[in-house]
Structure formats: C-alpha cells, structure tokens
Nanobody, 116 residues
Framework: QVQLVESGGGLVQPGGSLRLSCAASGFTFSSCVMSWYRQGPGKERELVARITSRGGGTDYADSVKGRFTISRDNAKNTVFLQMNSLKLEDTAVYYC?????????WGQGTQVTVSS
C-alpha cells in the first residue's frame, strides 16, 4: 500500500533552516506529482509546494516563495523540502502528499517549530 514517511522536523530559531524528507513506497513514485502541505495551530491545512513527476516544474505558496525549495530524487523515491529563513509563522505540522490513482495519500506529518 501507499506509504509516505516524513522526517527532518524539529525546533529551530527564526532565520534558521531545516530540510524535510519524505520517503515514498507502494506506488510508482516517478509518475506522481508530489506535494508538501502544512497545518499550523488553529489553521487549515494549506499547500506549501509541489513538484512535477520528473522535477521539471515547481509551485509554491506565496508565503514561502524565495525561502523554501522542493526537490525530488526519483532513484530514491524521496521528496525534499529545504526551508531557509524560517519564520515564527512557519510553525506547523508538515505533511507529504501524493495523488495515487483517484486518492490523495498523506504521511503522518513532521512537526516544525520555529521559536526563539
């Protein structure tokens, strides 16, 4: 079955960096658009970034443009989110997601906390 396992979250000071990873299995990773979403405290889940199946196209939320970079390694079935210049408002649970067939699958999430 589809499995998405995120890692790399943690506590970081404002202005710091983190790199999230999502290891995928159970589907043809190289054929799927991959996305990162996040859900902050008291907020709805929102799209942060997505990347096309071969990595040639990316899309970002306005709030993270210029600070976050999504990338993928199809040989390792892994998608990454490099987060730089982190702000307090980036605090959230970050989820990896893929649409496989007609269903959207989610990872369990990884907590990112930006705090001084």
């Amino acid at each position: 079955q589809v499995q998405l396992v995120e890692s790399g979250g943690g506590l970081v000071q404002p202005g710091g960096s983190l790199r999230l990873s999502c290891a995928a299995s159970g589907f043809t990773f190289s054929s799927c658009v991959m996305s990162w979403y996040r859900q902050g405290p008291g907020k709805e889940r929102e799209l942060v970034a997505r990347i096309t199946s071969r990595g040639g196209g990316t899309d970002y939320a306005d709030s993270v443009k210029g600070r976050f970079t999504i990338s993928r390694d199809n040989a390792k079935n892994t998608v990454f989110l490099q987060m730089n210049s982190l702000k307090l408002e980036d605090t959230a649970v970050y989820y990896c997601s893929a649409v496989v067939g007609i269903f959207r699958s989610w990872g369990q999430g990884t907590q990112v906390t930006v705090s001084s």
